[in-house]
Antibody, heavy 119, light 107 residues
Framework: QVQLQESGPGLVKPSQALSLTCNVS??????????WTWIRQRPGKGLEWIGF???????HYNPSLRSRITMSLDTSENHFSLKVNSVTAADAAVYYC???????????WGQGTRVTVSS | EIVMTQSPATLSLSPGGRATLSCRAS??????LAWYQQKPGQAPRLLIY???TRASGIPARFSGSGSGTEFTLTISSLQSEDFAVYYC??????????FGGGTKVEI
């Protein structure tokens, strides 16, 4: 059974960077076959895809966020990470890590982690 | 970017009723369309992929149909646990993956 668990600070100051990690169990990130994904949901809003990272380290980002985000993968620790630079109040959301099949529908989700942006 | 539009925004029904949710894509997405269910405080859950294939463990009362730009999720007989928000998502043309705004099914 694949399980994903997000971790990271719940509070980030405006203009600082947000860093989140997703620990994966039940599937090795070194194996091919899936995209490892970040999705966010602003309060009371719908779902916004942030980006994917593949087992090779190749990435696909949402064009609307590409200038501020970096995703990385650590196969030895079996986790992947998201960094969002220069956060504003608009980045406050529940952030989900997830697994996407190929082609990419999302078949497993983490429980989500809430991020607040405030000084 | 493909824009996904869901209707109605809210659907008020009784247990045992039939729910019909619509999702429209701004461009053809073939059958690369998924549906998710989200309950308050929970992550979304995959219901349907490939427009009509139920995910593992999803009851048969959930069915998906459509192709191209028009899609439907039908819940044949609503159970109490089905009252939730439902999202569609296209994965035909990306980046970005895009989701609809959601339909809330309420009692």
């Amino acid at each position: 059974q694949v399980q994903l668990q997000e971790s990271g600070p719940g509070l980030v100051k405006p203009s600082q960077a947000l860093s989140l990690t997703c620990n994966v169990s039940g599937y090795s990130l070194s194996r091919a076959g899936y995209y490892w994904t970040w999705i966010r949901q602003r309060p009371g809003k719908g779902l916004e895809w942030i980006g994917f990272i593949y087992n090779t380290g190749s990435t696909h980002y949402n064009p609307s966020l590409r200038s501020r985000i970096t995703m990385s993968l650590d196969t030895s620790e079996n986790h992947f990470s998201l960094k969002v630079n220069s956060v504003t109040a608009a980045d406050a959301a529940v952030y989900y890590c997830a697994r996407a099949a190929i082609p990419p529908f999302i078949d497993y989700w983490g429980q989500g982690t809430r991020v607040t942006v405030s000084s | 970017e493909i824009v996904m539009t869901q209707s109605p925004a809210t659907l008020s029904l009784s247990p045992g009723g039939r729910a019909t949710l619509s999702c429209r894509a701004s461009q053809h997405v073939n059958n690369f369309l998924a549906w998710y269910q989200q309950k308050p405080g929970q992550a979304p859950r995959l219901l349907i992929y490939g427009a009509s294939t139920r995910a593992s463990g999803i009851p048969a009362r959930f069915s998906g149909s459509g192709s191209g730009t028009e899609f439907t999720l039908t819940i044949s007989s609503l159970q109490s646990e089905d009252f939730a928000v439902y999202y569609c998502q296209q994965y035909h043309d990306w980046p970005p993956l895009t989701f609809g705004g959601g339909t809330k099914v309420e009692i």
